[in-house]
Antibody, heavy 121, light 113 residues
Framework: EVQLLESGGGLVQPGGSLRLSCAAS????????MNWVRQAPGKGLEWVSV????????YYADSVKGRFTISRDNSRNTLYLQMNSLRGEDTALYYC??????????????WGQGTLVTVSS | DIVMTQSPDSLAVSLGERATINCKSS????????????LGWYQQKPGQPPKLLIY???TRESGVPDRFSASGSGTDFTLTISSLQAEDVAVYYC?????????FGPGTRLEIK
């Protein structure tokens, strides 16, 4: 059974940093692309970033480009999201989501429960 | 960027009746080399993460009840629930994964009439 467990969320001041982690199990992590998707309170889904299976290709939403960095450690079955220069509009529940395949252009088919990031002074 | 729109914003349907949700992309998400539409549908119930229902625009994910079906190609897509059940109350999103940035529609809230 696929399991994705996000951690690292919390309260941070504007301009601060956080690193989110997503521990994966139940599948061959290195064979699948992985996403971060966020959802602000009461709002819809917003894609944040994707990393392809080998980690060689990464893509970002314009709203986070230059501030967030996605990475993966295939030896630890873990996905990361380094978030710098955080803003109030980054406040959201951040989901880790596994893609159906190794390509970055495949539908996310499994999602974690999310970790909440709150940016506020 | 590909902009995804959905209609209606919300929908109330009686139990056992058909529910239809539309999704439109600002440009085609059909990849000509493999003839696949890079379009997915997701269901999100309150307090839960999204669940993949449909990928490649019309392929039902394993375990999804067959009352859920989807169709469309290019820029226009439809999700249909043939006979609404109480457990289908949720927000439904379409998503294109044809190009980055990957984008979601704004969602359609489905309720029981």
């Amino acid at each position: 059974e696929v399991q994705l467990l996000e951690s690292g969320g919390g309260l941070v001041q504007p301009g601060g940093s956080l690193r989110l982690s997503c521990a994966a199990s139940g599948f061959t992590f290195s064979s699948y692309a992985m996403n971060w998707v966020r959802q602000a309170p009461g709002k819809g889904l917003e894609w944040v970033s994707v990393i392809c299976d080998n980690g060689g290709s990464t893509y970002y939403a314009d709203s986070v480009k230059g501030r967030f960095t996605i990475s993966r450690d295939n030896s630890r079955n873990t996905l990361y999201l380094q978030m710098n220069s955080l803003r109030g509009e980054d406040t959201a529940l951040y989901y880790c989501a596994k893609c159906r395949g190794g390509s970055c252009y495949s539908a996310p088919d499994s999602w974690g429960q999310g970790t909440l990031v709150t940016v506020s002074s | 960027d590909i902009v995804m729109t959905q209609s209606p914003d919300s929908l109330a349907v009686s139990l056992g009746e058909r529910a239809t949700i539309n999704c439109k992309s600002s440009q085609s998400v059909l990849y000509s080399s493999n003839n696949k539409n890079y379009l997915g549908w997701y269901q999100q119930k309150p307090g839960q993460p999204p669940k993949l229902l449909i990928y490649w625009a019309s392929t039902r994910e394993s375990g999804v009840p067959d009352r859920f079906s989807a169709s469309g190609s290019g820029t226009d897509f439809t999700l249909t629930i043939s006979s609404l059940q109480a457990e289908d109350v949720a927000v439904y999103y379409c998503q294109q994964y044809y190009s980055t940035p990957i984008t979601f529609g704004p969602g359609t809230r489905l309720e029981i009439k």
